[in-house]
Structures are given as structure tokens and as C-alpha cells.
């Protein structure tokens, strides 16, 4: 168990997913704002920032998630444009994927990322606004990426579940965990569908 006084990153990182994981999001909140606060790397500091970010999108406190969201802007002009991007579009639809949808939006129209956010901005503009209209007016090559991302976000496709799955383990407690938090090759059964 990590001691309370601990003040390296990776123990105060640590200690924000163990948090997470037992459901005490705000504590989590606070262990990987201080742990953001203790490393100088981008990348790794972007990671924890990241990590206080979605804390704070599960406990609706949007204000003070846009408040990170800042911050990690910040912290993003010391890393690489192309890891920016990607890290930006995922951190976008993760918020979609929590129900935050207007919030992704507003994200996205105050990111300065216009091109590579273009088809999720459209597609976000659709659900919010229930205008499926829309989607013939964008040219020919946005239509089918908009048409697939609509259908994830409003469910109506073979997107990845939003409830935690269990993972049964012998020999141990199951614990739930999301998909998203599954590593890559994850042998967990899906139920039929």
C-alpha cells in the first residue's frame, strides 16, 4: 500500500488509479493533481493531468475540468504536434463516451485543432442537436466517418459498452474495470448480442 506521505510522481500516480478503482474519485482527483505538480516531463505530467481531467468529468464538475483542459493545452506546446492531436481527438471522445456530449464540443470549438477535429465536431453537432439531416450536406468523404461516429455515440452500433465489465479471476475478487481500461489482446467475454 503506498504510504500517505509519498510524494514521488509514480506513487502519487499510482495511488490516483488505486483510488479510482476502489470509487473515490475525488481523492483520485487530488493524487494526480499533485502528481502533475511533481514532474517536469510533458509527457508524463500531460498523463496525470489527463488522469485529474476524467476524474473530474465523472464527478460533473465541468468547470474545473476546463481548468485542466487548459492546463494540459499548456503542457501540450512542449510535446510533439502528432501526439498532441492524438491525445486531443481521444480525450474528446472519451468525454462523448461519458455523456459530456455539449462539453466535447465545446472542447473541440475552443481546441484550434479544425481539420483532424472536423468529422467529430459534425458528428457531435448531430447527436446534440438530433438533426441527422446534416450528414447529407457534408461532402462525400466526411459522410461515411460522421455516419460511424453518430452511430457510436448514439449507440447504435457495436461500440464499447459504458458499463464496467467483471472480470472473474480465480483465487481472487472480481473487479470491474471498463473496457476502455483493458489492455490491448484482453481475453474478456462479451456477452451475445
Known sequence: MLALGDKSHR????????LLLLGRIQEATEAFDRASRRVKTPQV??????MSFA?????????????????IRNTASQIGREQWYQTAVATFLDVAKEGQLQFALDLIRSSELDEITLPLERALEIVVSGNTETVARLSPELQPVVKDIVARLSGRSNAEPKSPVPVKRHGRRSVARSPSSRGVGSKVSQPDR
Open 11 to 18: 506513487a502519487l500516480h499510482l495511488r490516483g488509479q488505486v
Open 45 to 50: 505530467k500531460i498523463a496525470s493531468q489527463l
Open 55 to 71: 476524474a473530474r468529468i465523472r464527478l460533473g464538475k465541468l468547470s474545473a475540468a476546463r481548468s485542466n483542459w487548459d492546463e
